[in-house]
């Protein structure tokens, strides 16, 4: 095909026609061009913000040996948890090295943990009676060095009438124990609710 029945035809318009043909063909240029001026300007905003969003995770993937060395530090130290039973031991082997005098009662409390957390929560009511001061402060002082497997969550005493030296109380001793498997980083990550 040939442009000559074209050029003849443009040949034939009046300088009026030519002029308002031209700047029609202007206008759609013009047009044309902004909307790709707005097409590349998108493309670059685009490309811009997953640049953005790669860098951000490429951080992330850069601070996985951190992130393991500090997990690693966690598993050790929640390594040893404290379990119920093992908590009523240990606070029976504390009462007796403390030589609180009567032996108190010690009862073992059931705690609800929560379905997402990694830890159960165990509890032991230890009740004194008659008990000297140093020999408590003895106790709660060898409880305290097990931070952070035991805590005293609660402890109330009042001295008895006849000698005030002698105390009577209750003392709430806490210890987290984990759940199995809590620390297992290659398990795959659930929702936290």
Do not use: C
């Amino acid at each position: 095909m040939t442009l000559r029945p074209l050029q003849t035809w443009f040949e034939k318009m009046s300088p009026r026609e030519r002029t308002m043909l031209l700047g029609f063909a202007w206008a759609v240029v013009v047009l044309w061009g902004s909307l790709l001026l707005r097409q590349a300007k998108a493309v670059r905003a685009d490309i811009a913000a997953k640049q953005a969003v790669l860098k951000s995770q490429q951080d992330s993937l850069n601070q996985k040996p951190k992130v393991m060395t500090q997990i690693a530090y966690y598993q050790e130290k929640f390594k040893t948890s404290v379990s119920a039973g093992e908590l009523m031991s240990r606070t029976t082997t504390y009462y007796k090295a403390a030589g609180v005098v009567p032996a108190p009662t010690i009862n073992a409390i059931r705690n609800d943990a929560k379905k997402e957390s990694i830890f159960n929560v165990n509890s032991v009511s230890v009740h004194f009676t008659r008990t000297p001061f140093r020999n408590l402060a003895d106790l709660t002082s060898r409880v305290l060095a097990d931070k952070p497997y035991l805590i005293i969550n609660d402890l109330t005493m009042s001295p008895e009438r006849t000698d005030p030296r002698l105390m009577t109380g209750d003392m709430r001793i806490f210890s987290l124990e984990l759940k199995p498997g809590a620390l297992d980083v290659s398990a795959p990550a659930s929702a936290v609710k």
